[in-house]
T-cell receptor
């Protein structure tokens, strides 16, 4: 079964620190991977999309990497701010029409 | 540009009642999806439509039906609501497989 795992489920970090969120998946034959942000009571917003042929994508203070051979992706957030507090989810497309989601990491940035 | 619009935002049903959740996108996307989100279980796919006129079951289709009315609209129907269907429901759409997925703001459904 194709599965996506995110550990830890929750993370608290002081403001200003750099941090890394983890995502692992069971099948290396992926089509692409997306990182999403979800604020409480809101929908999901796509942050970064990495195609299977890419190693990383960057947007502002965010950098996502992809290592298919080890079944891992990381989301790096530089110089964290209180506004970064949210739940971050990764989703993998294993080559069909559907995305498989991890359960997310709830991030709290402490001022 | 509204993106993906879901209605209603909140709904309370009694066991056995029926209702339809509406979803519309204005991005000319081909594929549309219905997910449910439950604490500790992440997002689970209920049904999806890869193109106008087609629908397929996802991971948790039991108790639901869908209709892809046209390219813009994809509705989810609960024929006889059960307490186990209490959840937050999200509609999403995508143009092509290699593009970003766009979500609606969700429907909070409680079944008493």
């Amino acid at each position: 079964k194709q599965e996506v795992t995110q550990i830890p489920a929750a993370l608290s970090v002081p403001e200003g620190e750099n941090l890394v969120l983890n995502c692992s998946f069971t099948d290396s034959a992926i089509y692409n991977l997306q990182w999403f942000r979800q604020d409480p009571g809101k929908g999901l917003t796509s942050l970064l999309l990495i195609q299977s042929s890419q190693r990383e994508q960057t947007s502002g203070r965010l950098n996502a990497s992809l290592d298919k051979s080890s079944g891992r992706s990381t989301l790096y957030i530089a110089a964290s701010q209180p506004g970064d507090s949210a739940t971050y989810l990764c989703a993998v497309n294993f080559g069909n029409e559907k995305l498989t989601f991890g359960t997310g990491t709830r991030l709290t940035i402490i001022p | 540009n509204a993106g993906v619009t879901q209605t209603p935002k909140f709904q309370v049903l009694k066991t056995g009642q029926s209702m339809t959740l509406q979803c519309a996108q204005d991005m000319n996307h081909n594929s549309m999806y219905w997910y449910r989100q439950d604490p500790g279980m992440g997002l689970r796919l209920i049904y999806y439509s890869a193109s106008e006129g087609t629908t397929d079951k996802g991971e948790v289709p039991n108790g639901y039906n869908v209709s892809r009315l046209n390219k813009r609209e994809f509705s989810l129907r609960l024929e006889s609501a059960a307490p186990s269907q209490t959840s937050v429901y999200f509609c999403a759409s995508i143009g092509y497989l290699g593009e970003k997925l766009f979500f609606g703001s969700g429907t909070q459904l409680s079944v008493l």
